[in-house]
T-cell receptor, first 112, second 113 residues
Framework: GQQVMQIPQYQHVQEGEDFTTYCNSS?????IQWYKQRPGGHPVFLIQ???SGEVKKQKRLTFQFGEAKKNSSLHITATQTTDVGTYFC????????????WGLGTSLAVNP | DGGITQSPKYLFRKEGQNVTLSCEQN?????MYWYRQDPGQGLRLIYY???????QKGDIAEGYSVSREKKESFPLTVTSAQKNPTAFYLC????????????FGPGTRLLVL
């Protein structure tokens, strides 16, 4: 079946370092969404990418959707302690398979 | 103040008991979802409902049941048939035409004693 692989599973950085998490789908996606879950909290929607090759920015966060619409990345520049949490990607299947497929998430820890 | 509410925040259950988790939304969303999250794991879909009086099984429906009698409400029952029910349960909803963007409630942590 359809799968979305997300790497790395964990990342530990010093405050001020950059961070990147990657998602790869086994099939072409209609869109990809990113969510953030703070420790003890619930996932919160960050952004949605729809177009092939799309790049979107939110302050220090940069999101990319691959040309083939099968992979995506989230890059955080100069991490802060407020960035701590787990970042999930979720891809929407293409065609008639309109089901959201979740990656397992990347847990980010930031040392002050 | 629009949003999704889940209650209770923490729930303790004795083995062999059924328990029902509440999920209510006032966002006028058509679709609602139940996920299970285990420590350090991703989200696994239990059940979802696209419209009132209709619902479908997700990836791990065994041992769970749902109902969708009202648009605002999508309760989840964890039955005694669920062998490993201790987990964090998340409810989400999605509005029509929002391209599957989901909005989550605060979750219920279920602990079986």
């Amino acid at each position: 079946g359809q799968q979305v692989m997300q790497i790395p599973q964990y990342q530990h950085v010093q405050e001020g370092e950059d961070f990147t998490t990657y998602c790869n789908s086994s099939t072409t996606l209609s869109n990809i969404q990113w969510y953030k879950q703070r420790p003890g909290g619930h996932p919160v929607f960050l952004i949605q990418l729809v177009k092939s090759g799309e790049v979107k920015k939110q302050k220090r966060l940069t999101f990319q959707f691959g040309e083939a619409k099968k992979n995506s990345s989230l890059h955080i520049t100069a991490t802060q302690t407020t960035d701590v949490g787990t970042y999930f990607c979720a891809g929407l299947g293409a065609g008639n398979n309109r089901k959201l497929i979740w990656g397992l998430g990347t847990s980010l820890a930031v040392n002050p | 103040d629009g949003g999704i509410t889940q209650s209770p925040k923490y729930l303790f259950r004795k083995e062999g008991q059924n328990v029902t988790l509440s999920c209510e939304q006032n966002l006028n969303h058509d679709a609602m979802y139940w996920y299970r999250q285990d420590p350090g794991q991703g989200l696994r879909l239990i059940y979802y409902s696209q419209i009132v009086n209709d619902f479908q099984k997700g990836d791990i429906a065994e041992g769970y049941s749902v109902s969708r009698e009202k648009k605002e409400s999508f309760p989840l029952t964890v039955t005694s048939a669920q062998k490993n029910p201790t987990a964090f349960y998340l409810c989400a909803s999605r509005g029509l035409g929002q391209q599957e963007t989901q909005y989550f409630g605060p979750g219920t942590r279920l602990l079986v004693l």
